[in-house]
């Protein structure tokens, strides 16, 4: 499955943006989906993340209450809303996709098979 995020940009803190998942070559709502993001000199961290059937979502403690993460598999598509931003949520955002079935290590990047190419998030003080 291919995967191609978009909506990353400038924002003053406190503001929000709407990073958007397209994923094309596979039956999507076969795979759970994942956002991580990776700020520079540091790895790659877990943010959210949805179940095949979009019927679970996960997060990281520091978002929860200002993410929010959903799909429409009919659109093929998987959305990150990030609200309230804050400095030390700048990093580079990436969408990530994997079979469907065991999911309780929905936090280990190397559990995922297919990645986009990122999208910035840079965040104003």
């Known amino acids: 499955v291919q995967l191609v995020e978009s909506g990353g940009g400038l924002v003053q803190a406190g503001g929000s943006l709407r990073l958007s998942c397209a994923a094309s070559g596979r039956t999507f709502s076969n795979y759970a989906v994942a956002w991580f993001r990776q700020a520079p000199g540091k790895e790659r961290e877990f943010v959210a993340a949805?179940?095949?059937?979009?019927?679970?979502?996960y997060y990281t403690d520091s978002v929860k209450g200002r993410f929010t993460i959903f799909r429409d598999n009919a659109k093929n598509t998987a959305v990150l809303l990030v609200n309230s931003l804050k400095p030390e949520d700048m990093a580079v955002y990436y969408c990530?996709?994997?079979?469907?079935?065991?999911?309780?290590?929905?936090?280990?990047?190397?559990?995922?098979?297919?990645w986009g190419q990122g999208t910035q998030v840079t965040v104003s003080s």
């Open positions: 990530a996709a994997r079979w469907k079935g065991y999911y309780s290590d929905y936090e280990i990047p190397g559990r995922y098979d297919y």
């Open positions: 949805i179940k095949w059937s979009g019927d679970s979502t």
